[in-house]
């Protein structure tokens, strides 16, 4: 039978170190609480036979690419959720998730997890040696539910966190196929005009001596620039989204990058909302499965996706271990300082007004009182994983709100945009058509 070893406190607070022998960790987990232990940690003892285990337990592993995406890890957490909560050993949940995956990168990660358990290791230590499928923040909710005994409660909550942050993803990337496809579409079309039909034009005015307005010799002009230089169509976007990367690389260039994508008009919203709404449920998920708080926040942290918040919650993170509480310092350092890098970021993007826009956006503060207000009132009731939670939910139908509205604000907008160029187009095309048929017909009648 397998041993056990564990650390747990007794009711008076007295840490217990002690070896238990039970069939599996579940049986030696309520065995221990019956006998009025609180469990802190728990691992079986390693035998010697772990190694001749993992190694037949790569049977099965067919080669993949890429990690496990987030869709099948939503999936993969609801159904281990689903099996604890009606009693399976975790080894056994495992084992049956793993038989029936299809070939690919969880299934061979779910090998690997079986083969550590089945070698002595917890679940939370299995999962912290496949860091491409299970981050930080899935490995520290598991590690909290097995040292509170309460596994299947933390796999749900789990489940809930990253089937709402899919969802909200969906929702934004949604958001934005449409606008792309009709640029990208439109742009085409608009290249072809200028590359095949504009030229056909210009022949035919040369051939007859037609006097060509302003407007024509301006579409003239944009069609051979085009004709000269299509390749810069596709080439600009792809260098200014290589330079963008190479900014990254260095902290400075990346948050000065981050800055500038959270001040932007409209779109900046969406980002600072979305952002606003995915760290507060992170946090709010830590502290109710019961990382310690300055777990959860630097784990927040590492989960937050944009240097200007990485910066903050780090700036909270610091202030707490010195004695403050949550909401004071991130009220305090919620507004970011002048930054030149975003400075030269709104100089290039918004030529001539960039500068003035970035001056009345800089003192905007990334944290609004509604959020700081709300974490204040979760320290001081002792419900802050509640408060984070109904913060999450607000700005997340904040981002359904505004997502709906960009969609519905970005047709009418495209359309007028491409009704004005192709207006442009026609324009300039048929006013010397007409004074050409006009000739053609005036020269006709004095013949007759």
Not at 121 to 138: I, V
Request: charged share 25%; hydrophobic share 45%.
């Amino acid at each position: 039978m397998p041993t056990f070893q564990f650390e747990a406190m007794d009711s008076t607070g007295q840490e217990i170190r002690d070896v238990i022998e039970a069939p599996n960790q579940d049986e030696a987990q309520a065995t221990i609480r019956q006998m009025g232990y609180f469990i802190t940690k728990i691992s079986a003892k390693k035998s010697r036979a772990a190694p001749l285990q993992k190694k037949t337990g790569k049977k099965g592993k067919s080669f993949a690419i890429g990690g496990v995406k987030t869709k099948k890890l939503c999936t993969f957490t609801r159904q281990l959720s689903i099996l604890q909560d009606a009693g399976l050993p975790i080894l056994r949940s495992l084992k049956i998730l793993q038989d029936q995956e299809q070939p690919g990168a969880l299934k061979n990660t779910l090998i690997d997890v079986c083969d550590e358990i089945e070698s002595g290791a917890t679940l939370s230590e299995a999962m912290a040696k496949s860091p491409k499928a299970f981050d930080r923040l899935y490995v520290n909710m598991i590690k909290a539910g097995e040292a509170g005994g309460a596994l299947e409660v933390i796999l749900r909550r789990l489940a809930e966190f990253k089937e709402r942050s899919e969802s909200l993803k969906r929702k934004v990337r949604g958001a934005l196929i449409y606008p792309i496809f009709v640029v990208v579409f439109a742009t085409a079309i608009l290249v072809f005009i200028m590359i095949k039909i504009v030229p056909s034009f210009e022949k035919i005015f040369k051939e007859f001596g037609v006097k060509l307005p302003d407007v024509t010799l301006a579409l003239i002009a944009v069609s051979h620039a085009i004709q000269d230089y299509w390749f810069l169509i596709p080439g600009i976007p792809i260098g200014i989204w290589l330079v963008i990367k190479l900014v990254r690389k260095f902290k400075a260039g990346r948050y000065g990058w981050d800055l500038f994508l959270l001040k932007v008009p409209i779109f900046g919203q969406l980002v600072e909302k979305n952002i606003i709404a995915r760290t507060m449920r992170t946090l709010g998920t830590l502290v109710a499965s019961g990382v310690p708080i300055l777990e959860a926040l630097y784990i927040t942290k590492e989960t937050a996706s944009n240097a200007v918040f990485e910066d903050l919650y780090q700036t909270v993170y610091e202030s707490i271990r010195e004695g403050e509480s949550i909401a004071k310092p991130l009220k305090e350092h919620s507004k970011p300082a002048f930054n030149i890098i975003t400075l030269l970021f709104w100089t290039f993007f918004i030529p001539g007004i960039g500068l003035l826009l970035y001056f009345t956006r800089m003192n905007k503060r990334v944290i609004d009182d509604m959020v700081v207000n709300m974490v204040d009132v979760g320290e001081e009731t002792g419900e802050l994983d509640t408060m984070l939670y109904k913060v999450a939910d607000t700005f997340d139908e904040e981002v359904k709100v505004l997502t709906e509205s960009l969609m519905s604000l970005m047709e009418p907008l495209l359309i007028i945009i491409l009704g004005v160029m192709v207006g442009f187009i026609v324009i300039a095309i048929f006013m010397p058509l007409i004074s050409l048929i006009t000739s053609l017909s005036g020269g006709g009648g004095g013949k007759k």
